[in-house]
């Protein structure tokens, strides 16, 4: 018989304060492995910080949080080193303990073709559009294998057509690589239409859980029922924008 599976994010009663700011209460958040959250939140409630706590980027907190196995983040912004092409920048952060430049180029090769920017492997990160550059964070954050992928607003920045087209992105390298996903955005939709589970953030503590399940792929017009629940635990009227 199968044992417990063990998660792949534990966080108990996590608490951060920057000063005398509480942003993170008492906080408890688990992620079983291969599992799409989307966390949704006020500008300001402390998402980006429970995202850093999770990258081991911020180690000064009360409680818990326990990460199982390899993280990759992907912000906002690419981060791209603009004086390393293309595929070099996939491969900044994998462990080079006798590996070859050509191992590295075939790891950046495989990623790239994923992400379908193969033909942009020599060039330079300045010359990619928005969305290009993004897709080569994406496969930068792959080529680790990580149990856990954190997205923080990842299209945020991207104007709609290219955000739809990351969307089926995202979908497809969750499904092949089956990583652990949490999803910081501000879009209501787009956490509706990836996520497995749907969090809201508010004053340092999830206030709400939303499960979705399956199937997929989603349009935006199922959930409307979870859609209104949503909007107003972020306290927006619908109509409103979110
Ligand atoms: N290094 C820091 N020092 C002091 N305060 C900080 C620091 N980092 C974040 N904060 C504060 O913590 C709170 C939560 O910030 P955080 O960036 O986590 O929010 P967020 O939910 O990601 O917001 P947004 O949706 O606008 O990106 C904010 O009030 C912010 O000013």
Do not use: Y
């Not at 688990?30 to 939140?41: N, Q, R, S, W, Y």
């Not at 980006?48 to 818990?64: F, K």
């Not at 954050?141 to 990580?146: F, G, H, Y």
């Not at 992928?149 to 057509?161: N, Q, R, S, Y």
Request: aromatic share 4%.
């Amino acid at each position: 018989m199968a044992g417990p599976v063990t998660p792949v994010v534990a966080v108990r009663d996590l608490t951060k304060r920057f000063g005398e700011r509480t942003v993170l209460d008492g906080l408890e958040l688990e992620i079983g492995c291969g599992e799409f959250v989307a966390l949704l939140g006020r500008s300001g409630s402390g998402k980006s910080t429970l995202l850093r706590v999770l990258a081991g980027l911020d180690t000064e907190i009360e409680g818990t949080a326990r990460v199982e196995g390899t993280v990759s983040v992907a912000f906002q912004q690419p981060r791209l080193l603009p004086w390393r092409k293309v595929w070099r920048n996939v491969v900044l952060g994998l462990r080079r303990d006798g590996e070859s430049r050509s191992r590295d180029r075939r790891v950046a090769e495989q990623a790239l073709e994923e992400v379908r920017l193969s033909e942009h492997e020599d060039d330079w990160p300045l010359t990619l559009s928005g969305g290009e550059a993004q897709r080569v964070s994406l496969a930068r954050a792959l080529v680790r294998e990580p149990d856990l992928l954190l997205l923080d607003e990842p299209f945020g920045a991207l104007d709609a057509l290219t955000r739809l087209a990351m969307h089926r992105l995202v979908e497809r390298l969750w499904r092949t690589h089956e990583p652990a996903v949490l999803l910081v955005t501000h879009d209501v939709d787009e956490a509706l239409l990836l996520a497995d589970r749907v969090l809201v953030l508010d004053e340092g503590c999830i206030v709400s859980e939303h499960v979705l399940g399956h199937p997929r792929p989603r349009t935006a017009t199922d959930h409307a029922d979870v859609r209104s629940r949503v909007l107003a635990d972020l306290g927006v009227t619908e109509g409103a924008s979110a």
